[in-house]
């Protein structure tokens, strides 16, 4: 079966050099996807290739078995940070996808209402990013890159600036959103605790440039409650993958 999204052998370099290299990855259609390997490996260059952000050397990205390489806009990719603008209400910061493709501002709030009780924002929707929690704040920014309508959604370390039980929270909160709206998605994390909980695969990329060395597959069915966490199926992925980072990583 064609998976919803893959890359095939993607080589990205600068100055001349290798940052990632010959990656490949697949995503099936309501799938959650970890991307997890150490700081300065190329996770985020690969991203902004999957993105259509910056073009490969080598390689090709494929949506629905149409290739899509270098093309802006066919997935939906939000950075670390939220980005969400000051000045702006939460409202009228998660209709800017729907302004930008042309909807007018009265159609796209009418479209973005909805929206706000599932993502736990209801009654915020004339608040300032500043009167938002940290855990606030990344739902607001998830809402406005969900509302793009894209298929699938690159996620670059959502919650890592989040204190753990915060984290924790949004995990559970993420698996089931994700559930209910389909979404499709691959994460870059540096925590092997929310790859496995998040993840139907975790791909391992290590080595200086970038490959992807191991992927591990986690049987147990989404979503995930807090059980699963403590079981022995989830520590047995969490040491076999911390072993793999421990291998490959010099």
Known sequence: MTPLFACEHITRCYEGAPVVEDVSLTLPAGGCVSLLGPSGVGKTTLFHVLAGVDAPDAGRVLLSGEEITGAAG?????LQKDLLLEYRTVLDNVILPLVIRGETRARARA??????????????????PYQLSG???QRAALLRTCLMNNPVILLDEPFSSLDAITR??????????????????IFITHDVEEAVTLSDTVYILAGKPGRITRRFDISAPRPRDKAFSLSPDFARAKRDILEAIDADTP
């Open 111 to 128: 479209h973005a209402a909805p929206f706000f009780a599932p993502f736990g924002l209801s009654g915020f929707e004339r608040k300032y």
């Open 135 to 137: 855990g606030m704040r």
């Open 74 to 78: 066919r997935v939906s990719y939000m």
């Open 168 to 185: 924790r929270q949004l995990h559970a909160w993420y698996l089931d959103i994700a559930d209910r709206m389909r979404l499709s998605t």
